[in-house]
């Protein structure tokens, strides 16, 4: 099994933030896609950050369970490898009282290097279940809680052509026989809690955040 090494220091700067709000039962999501002008970056020099740029946070409930998804790193090539930044913290925000502001629930996600090569995920805080942590590209599970880490199929789907050419002729040319992101990967992880574990009393709210460890303030 990985193991997730160093502990926590130096200074933080947060690169990226998503957010989706619903009932259970409902669903929403969020995305920021290649928006930031040059990537998300809390380097001084203003160079790309992908490790900390969150490109979607997907959150819904089915079968009495809340499902979340944190993209990251991406889009990138099929042959690219996945990324996993020791220095990058990734928070998982849960509100269930129905007042975003109130944040019940916070897990922290961190990667890191055992081996040549062989990469751990550890979560924090997770409703229930406390800490999970283990190897990337595998279920782990505990309390009814299943987190998986690794590379996936970019879930985005976008006409990135007919929004240019929309853009251009003024007449709508969005096709959904064309995605931009077919092909393309991002490195995530999904969490799957029981609502039960969540006791929601209104509205459950979540949004997720990143912060870089000895980052240029």
């Known amino acids: 099994m990985s193991r997730i090494p160093y502990l926590l220091t130096g200074g933080v700067a947060v690169a990226a933030l998503g957010a989706a709000a619903f009932m259970p039962g409902e669903s929403a999501q969020t ?3 290649l928006d930031p002008p040059g990537r998300t970056s809390p380097n ?52 269930t009282d129905g007042n975003a502001l109130n944040t019940e629930n916070v ?40 987190l998986r880490a690794g590379l996936f199929d ?9 929004f240019q050419e929309t853009l251009q002729s003024g007449t709508l040319a969005i096709s959904n026989q064309r995605d931009f992101f077919a092909g393309q990967n991002d490195t995530a992880f999904v969490l799957q809690i029981p609502l039960s574990n969540l006791s929601a ?13 000895g980052g240029n303030l």
């Open 107 to 146: 897990i922290r996600v961190r990667f890191g290097e055992g081996g040549m090569n062989e990469f751990g995920v550890q979560a924090t805080g997770v409703p229930g279940a406390g800490t999970l942590s283990g190897p990337v590209n595998t279920n782990l599970t505990g309390n009814g809680v299943t």
């Open 31 to 33: 995305a920021d896609h």
């Open 44 to 95: 001084a020099d203003n160079t790309p950050d992908p490790a900390a740029d969150i490109a979607d946070v997907f959150a819904w409930a089915a079968d009495d369970n809340l499902n979340v998804i944190v993209t990251f790193a991406g889009p990138s090539a099929p042959n690219a490898p996945a990324t996993y930044d020791r220095d990058v913290l990734y928070k998982v925000n849960i509100s």
């Open 154 to 162: 970019d879930p985005f789907f976008f006409d990135l052509q007919g």
């Open 201 to 213: 009393t209104g509205k459950i709210t979540v949004w997720s955040e990143t912060s870089r460890f």
